[in-house]
């Protein structure tokens, strides 16, 4: 299949607010994909549990971790939506994450959906678990990096906490991919800037283009997501063919908004080949570093 040669992306700065009815929950998402569609974005990101503003469509006062089970039942009507908007708009979106249940053992799990504008549609688990995903919200930590064929190239996705983990993008990156998307959620600046500046390292370890969203504005009564920090952007290598700093395009901090940016997949293809350095290629595996690893005594 015959790649093309741009690709023009948009990536969320979602503002969380409390919704009253379901109804204004889509219509929120649907102006942001339509928004999309006529600035002619072929891939769309939303960032990781947007979809909890629909917690405040049930009872507030029960504990969260039953709050958060409950918004997992709202797994079909989710797909459904996004399905459609996919396949109306002519689109690829990934559509953040939302809290889903293994209806065998109950267990929680923080998953990202992709969908196609065939209507197909992909999952990719969160595979490591913030602390208060895990000690909170009793999530489970799923299994298994996905990569996802596409009519713009192979792509992966990495969870927010998962961006920090380098070993992912590498395997994504030897894969074939030229593209990581990273839906992320944060509270504070410290834990922004830990998922922005790794998803910036990932870019220049594997020359690969970036696509980070991010949540932004408030739910107080939503434990975990009471505050909300982020500042969406489309991350690139650095090196001369790509932005000055490593930034295709960002937006402004904690506004909502969308950040578009056209990335270039032939400049990924011919930096990975004869760019100032190659990282990627010259990159060793774990088990070549150990094979040679020592330990000299100075003390």
């Given at each position: ?52 503003q629909l917690l405040t469509l049930g009872d507030i006062q029960k504990p969260i971790e039953e709050q958060v089970r409950l918004l997992a039942r709202q797994e079909e009507r989710f797909v459904e939506m996004f399905r459609k908007l996919a396949s109306k708009h002519g689109l690829y979106i ?206």
């Open positions: 299949m015959s790649l093309p040669q741009r690709v023009r992306v948009a990536t969320a700065q979602y503002f969380i607010r409390p919704v009253a009815t379901w109804q204004q929950f889509e219509d929120q998402v649907a102006a942001l994909v339509g928004s999309a569609k006529d600035y002619k974005v072929r891939l769309m990101v939303f960032p990781e549990y947007f979809t909890t990934v559509a953040g994450s939302l809290p889903t249940m293994d209806e065998g053992d109950e267990r929680l799990f923080n998953e990202s959906y992709i969908f196609g504008p065939s209507g197909k549609h992909g999952v990719q688990p969160k595979l490591h678990m913030t602390r208060w995903e895990r000690e909170e919200w009793k999530v489970s930590a799923g299994r298994g990096l996905r990569i996802f064929e596409t009519e713009m190239g192979r792509l992966a996705i990495t969870i927010c906490y998962d961006v920090e983990f380098p070993e992912l993008a590498r395997e994504a990156a030897r894969n074939g991919c030229f593209m990581l998307i990273c839906p992320s959620c944060t509270d504070d600046r410290q834990g922004f800037l830990r998922v922005r500046y790794c998803a910036q390292a990932r870019c220049i370890e594997n020359t690969m283009y970036v696509v980070h969203s991010c949540t932004v504005g408030s739910l107080p009564q939503i434990p975990a997501v009471s505050l909300n920090y982020g500042q969406a952007s489309i991350l690139t290598p650095s090196d001369f063919p790509f932005a000055r700093d490593g930034i295709l395009a960002e937006g402004n901090i904690n506004t909502e908004m969308l950040v578009i940016g056209e990335l270039n997949l032939d400049t990924i293809a011919e930096a990975r080949e004869r760019g100032t350095v190659l990282p990627l290629r010259d990159s060793q595996t774990t088990a070549e570093v150990m094979a040679r690893l020592e330990f000299i005594e100075l003390c």
